[in-house]
């Protein structure tokens, strides 16, 4: 799990993921929220837009009307139509048959009296006198589309302004989102700063002291001893660990060919202690001299969190399996098991899916990195209450 | 007389102004008296269609009224028949009466008078 630089604020893969989910269901829901306003906004506009347009039509219409009215007590001829553009007209008898008009419109729906037919506007006006035999009188004219694209156009900015304006709160609402989180991560780096400081002087001379006791003086008191030294390493590896946490980012690699076949079978032989006192059955199963590209402390945090953790979570009198090929390096252990719900945060820093032994729940964030940093495929398949299973392949 | 004169004067304008001259059974069997008694037949024509829209009605309510002239068969007001004398039932057959009818609707079209302003 990398750290991230985003706003000058260095973020874990993990928190930047939940910033975006925040800021897109933020700005998504607004994004909707306001895309629904302007959709219904646009509709209203739009039937008052035509409404207004229709009621221009029932002018002309009346219009019409009063002329055909004049026409029809004039006995001259020839009678002028009233035809004005950008409208046309026809007038129909009784029966629905022209009488005259300056067009011809097909599919006239005689039941409604506005109706938008072909991007045409169509009003039908019933008369009555007849005044020249003309009982309906249908005027139209095509949908003035100006005004329209003008709301369209408007519509288009505000949403545009609106975007630019909810972004930006957005973005201030993720720092201030973030602030909070940044403040913990200050308090916990400078707690494992601290702590990594403090505890790596008493480590080491308690190891070296127990190393000295037993080579020298042949200490009888060799079960106690066993504990200090199980104890002593667990806390070099939480020491190992931290600092490998605290200083990731800085940490310069040495990559080279390294015998990981040797390097696992020297950690597990460094592990032995712990897996005697918890007597486990131990099955390993290595190819000798396998050799990949890797910095030989990444290997070791690797492993050894993997290790570690198998020990710990096995069940006393257990099976410890470790294989390990050209393709893949494999660990499982009977133990405790991770529950399905759990394994897909398991490997984030702090997390922990038991917590009936000790630990921070740094080890498969370390591994985590790790794998990531030297693009392994890492898989953990686990049974609860059976037993847990990690595969590396390299 | 002066009226008379005057109206004889506006008739005959009327009839000039006609796009085609009326028949000649339309003009014996109906024109003859209407001239003469200065019944207005186009402002007859007019006023049915005002009322009834369609040449198939007004020919069926024409039809009825020459068959059987009397003023409740009439569209026209009361102060027309005052005005101008009554008419007497024709002695016309269906058939003329049919065609004289479908010769004075021609006659007085509107669709034929009307047109289309020129821009």
């Known amino acids: 799990m990398q750290p991230l630089n985003m706003w000058g604020i260095v973020m874990l893969k993990s928190e930047k993921r939940t910033l975006f989910r925040f800021l897109s269901i933020y700005l998504g829901s607004t994004f909707l929220l306001f895309l629904l306003a302007t959709v219904i906004f646009y509709h209203y506009q739009k039937h008052h837009i035509i409404d207004t347009q229709n009621s221009k039509l029932k002018q002309e219409a009346e219009r019409i009307s009063q002329v055909l009215r004049k026409l029809h007590k004039n006995y001259t001829s020839p009678l002028v139509y009233p035809h004005q553009e950008p409208y046309h007209s026809a007038i129909y008898s009784i029966d629905k048959t022209l009488i005259f008009g300056s067009f011809k419109p097909q599919n006239i729906q005689w039941k409604e009296e506005y109706y938008n037919y072909n991007n045409n506007l169509f009003h039908i006006k019933r008369l009555k006198p007849y005044y020249l ?10 949908v003035d589309g100006k005004p329209i694209e003008d709301l369209q156009k ?34 916990m780096n400078q707690f494992i700063e601290d702590t990594t400081h403090e505890l790596n002087t008493p480590i ?37 660990d931290l600092t490998y946490l605290k200083l990731n980012h800085h940490y310069h690699r040495d990559s080279r060919p390294l015998n ?53 979570y096995n069940k006393k009198e257990g099976v410890l399996s470790v294989v390990v090929t050209q393709k893949l390096f494999k660990i499982s252990d009977t133990g405790v098991g991770i529950k399905e719900q759990d394994l897909a945060q398991i490997s984030g820093r702090f997390n922990r899916a038991n917590k009936s032994e000790g630990g921070f729940g740094i080890g498969l964030d ?25 595969t590396i392949e390299w | 007389m002066v009226k008379i004169i005057l109206g004889f004067f506006s008739y005959t304008l009327m009839l000039l102004s006609q796009p085609h001259s009326p028949s000649l059974k339309l003009q014996q069997n109906c024109f003859v008296c209407h001239q003469t008694q200065e019944i207005p037949s186009e402002l007859i024509y007019r006023r049915y269609l005002m009322k009834y829209s369609t040449h198939r009605v007004i ?57 289309l302003p020129s821009f």
């Open chain 1, 133 to 142: 035999g003309a009982t309906y009188l249908m005027v139209s004219r095509a």
């Open chain 1, 154 to 187: 408007m519509l288009v900015l505000f949403l545009f302004i609106a975007g630019i304006f909810f972004t930006s709160l957005g973005i201030f609402l993720g720092k201030l989102f973030i602030a909070p989180m940044k403040e913990v991560m200050n308090h």
């Open chain 1, 204 to 240: 080491s001379t308690i190891l070296t002291n127990i190393e000295l006791i037993e080579t020298l003086y042949g200490f009888e008191g060799k079960q106690e001893m066993r504990r200090i030294e199980i104890a002593s390493k667990t806390l070099s590896r939480l020491y190992e």
């Open chain 1, 260 to 312: 990981i076949s040797g390097l696992i079978e020297e950690r597990i032989e460094y592990f032995n202690t712990m897996i005697e006192a918890k007597q486990l059955l131990l099955k390993v199963t290595i190819e000798p001299n396998i050799v990949i590209v890797m910095d030989r402390n990444d290997a070791l945090r690797m492993v050894d969190n993997l290790l570690s953790n198998a020990i710990k």
């Open chain 1, 366 to 390: 370390i591994v985590n990195q790790v794998v990531e940093q030297y693009a392994f495929y890492f898989k953990i398949t686990s049974a609860y209450n059976h037993g847990t299973e990690v």
């Open chain 2, 59 to 115: 020919k069926t309510t024409l039809l009825e009224y020459l068959q059987n002239p009397k003023k409740k068969n009439s569209i026209m007001p009361k102060q027309f028949f005052i005005k101008f004398p009554f008419k007497e039932k024709s002695d016309l057959n269906m058939t003329e009466l049919e065609q004289s009818i479908d010769d004075y609707l021609d006659y007085f079209d509107v669709t034929k008078k009307l047109v």
